[in-house]
């Protein structure tokens, strides 16, 4: 049996600027029209001042980590990944349009056994500030 083929410490990075229209392709796409999300007048009322990103467009910026490690790992006909699920998703802090988040997916464990690697995903803005924080479990499945 082939073990996974990632190791514990592994990382891979990304970086996106939330943009106003990922937040409205996302509200339209999933049909989250919440005015926390596309009203700058009522939100502007409240103690965020402003439009905050849906949470799960967040978990998508996520999910591109966990492709990216995925595109790490040496090829093997005998490991596909699949993801079984994010764990422990906490949103700590408001995510704006315009922010610049920066996430690190790093291999916190690996279980050879159930062909399973969980990953620690860390998530902040632009002046550093955590924002969200979440677990990933991933899958090697054998051919």
Not at 124 to 138: C, F, K, P, R, Y
Request: with cysteine; net charge neutral.
């Amino acid at each position: 049996m082939v073990g996974v083929p990632v190791a514990v410490g592994q990382s891979v990075r990304f970086a996106k600027t939330v943009g106003e229209s990922d937040v409205y392709l996302f509200a339209g796409i999933t049909g989250d029209l919440s005015p926390n999300h596309v009203d700058e007048q009522a939100m502007a009322a409240t103690v965020y001042g402003r439009r905050i990103a849906h949470g799960a467009l967040i978990v998508g910026f996520m999910s591109t980590c966990s492709t990216r490690m995925i595109e790490q790992a040496p090829p093997t006909p005998d490991a596909t990944a699949v993801s079984l699920g994010y764990d422990r998703i906490r949103f700590l802090a408001p995510v704006f349009i315009g922010d610049t988040l920066s996430l690190v997916y790093t291999i916190a464990e690996i279980d050879p056994a159930r062909r399973r690697s969980r990953a620690r995903i860390e998530v902040t803005n632009q002046h550093g500030t955590l924002v969200a924080v979440a677990e990933h479990i991933l899958k090697w499945v054998a051919g």
